[in-house]
């Protein structure tokens, strides 16, 4: 069975660091991209980015490009999203979600984590 | 970036009901749709790929149609569990945008 489990809820301070998780299992981590969505209170799904396992091959949508960064650890299966500096606009959930197919980004996500609420106030 | 464009925003509709919803793209996108169904508080759930390609375990009232930059979904038969948030989604060229979602209530 697919699974993606992600790590719990997070409250920090504006520019703090944060780096939450997505741990899978039940197939092969290295060959399906996993990206990760963002979705603020009350509002529509943002694409942030995608990450290829088995190279680590990263596309990042311009919005969010040198605001996270998107890593993955082969070893354990897991993908991250961390931020160096956390601002309160970064306030939202977060969600892995791995795509339908093996070695391609042009179908949809299948598979989704719970999500991660990250809140961020002084 | 690409734009994904839904309409209507939001609808009211009634159980046994026939809707429609609709997505375009600011450019060609060929096949490469997406539709997701999100209900409150939960993850979103992929219904139908590359536009009309079921999800495995998508009730058959839910069907998706297009090509290019016009797109549907449509609900043949409103259920009362169709209630949510519908949102297209173009995997043809990153980064890969959502449309802004339909709120369907029943």
């Known amino acids: 069975e697919v699974q993606l489990v992600q790590s719990g809820a997070e409250v920090k301070k504006p520019g703090e660091s944060l780096r939450i998780s997505c741990k899978t299992s039940?197939?092969?981590?290295?060959?399906?991209?996993i990206g990760w969505v963002r979705q603020k209170p009350g509002k529509g799904l943002e694409w942030m980015g995608i990450?290829?396992?088995?190279?680590?091959?990263?596309q990042y949508s311009p919005s969010f490009q040198g605001q996270v960064t998107i890593s993955v650890d082969k070893s354990i299966s897991t993908a991250y999203l961390q931020w160096n500096s956390l601002k309160a606009s970064d306030t939202a959930m977060y969600y892995c979600?791995?795509?339908?197919?093996?070695?391609?980004?042009?179908?949809?996500?299948?598979?989704w984590g719970q999500g991660s609420l990250v809140t961020v106030s002084s | 970036d690409i734009q994904m464009t839904q309409f209507p925003s939001s609808l009211s509709a009634s159980v046994g009901d026939r809707v429609t919803i609709t997505c375009r793209a600011s450019?060609?996108?060929?096949?490469?749709l997406n539709w997701y169904q999100q209900r409150p508080g939960k993850a979103p759930k992929l219904l139908i790929y590359?536009?009309?390609t079921f999800q495995g375990g998508v009730p058959s009232r839910f069907s998706g149609s297009g090509f290019g930059t016009d797109f549907t979904l449509t609900i043949s038969t409103l259920q009362p569990d169709d209630s949510a948030t519908y949102y297209c989604?173009?995997?043809?060229?990153?980064?890969?945008?959502f449309g802004q979602g339909t709120k369907l209530e029943i």
């Open positions: 450019q060609n996108i060929e096949k490469y």
């Open positions: 039940g197939y092969n981590f290295a060959t399906y991209w």
């Open positions: 990450i290829y396992p088995r190279d680590s091959d990263t």
């Open positions: 590359a536009a009309s």
């Open positions: 979600a791995r795509h339908v197919a093996p070695d391609t980004t042009m179908v949809g996500f299948e598979y």
């Open positions: 989604q173009q995997s043809y060229s990153t980064p890969h945008t």
